[in-house]
């Protein structure tokens, strides 16, 4: 199963909450490309990883995998066990929530591994504890997402689209970029009626920013770099880090244009990670 990465197409930080979690506005989207999920019937839960970025994780009880394995038994009260392989293509602390996604397709596995069906508020209720984009990923389908991330919408009609993901090969923890972050706080951005084409898609996406953005520069400055030479490919019409970083990515119109694009960064950021992919507009 393929564990979709997560990308925030603008990320506004609306306030803060008095226990220190910070509100958001964002319009989520998945990128046809990301982590992969196998489970296998087991007596036992047990987690095995590898892939690109394997030796970047632990495979120990802390793996948001396992987490969300153990928090479904014990909502569904099923003893059953299962093998789950994380096959981890995706760079860890990127901010294309790997991780969440990995957990979301764990559960949704697992029901069906485990022939259990605890319902979307159940799941939703396992999903917020385990993290704030877990709940997102769990649905899978563009979001607009508010609260703490347990605020969800669906955005509607959005038009074809390909995504550049290019990441420079350092890990950026959340908890640093919302320490960093300095400013007032922005407004929500959120349109509710669909774009009429991909021009007006691309405009009102302009119209945002990630407000994020400079507090993950000053804690991976290599951030920058990414942004500049993304918005220098031919073809590039946005060019915006997703998340916490430190993932960017460029919007292009087809595909034609986001394979030219990666072919051309790899030749010049060989060190850097960088894929390109479809926007999934539906479910996984």
Known sequence: MLARAKVNLYLH?????????????????????????ALAPADRLSL????????????????????????????????AGAAIRLTKNLPVASGIGGGSADAATTLDGLCGLWNVAPGRAALLQIAAKLGADVPVCLDGVPSFVGGIGEELAPARGLPPAWLLLANPGAATPTPAVFKARRGPFS???????????????????????NDLTEAAISVTPAIRDVLVALAALPGCVLARLSGSGATCFGLFGNEAGARAAEAKLRVDHPAWWATAAPMATSSR
């Open 13 to 37: 930080v609306t306030g803060r909450r008095a226990d220190g979690y910070h509100l958001l506005d964002s319009l989520i989207v998945f990128a046809e490309t990301g982590d992969e999920i």
């Open 48 to 79: 095995t990883i590898d892939g690109p970025f394997g030796a970047d994780l632990e495979a120990g009880p802390e793996n948001l995998v396992l987490r969300a394995a153990h928090a479904l038994q014990d909502v569904t009260g099923t003893r």
């Open 187 to 209: 407004k929500p951005a959120r349109c509710s009626e669909p774009p009429r084409d991909f021009a007006e898609f691309v405009g009102r996406l302009q119209g945002c920013r």
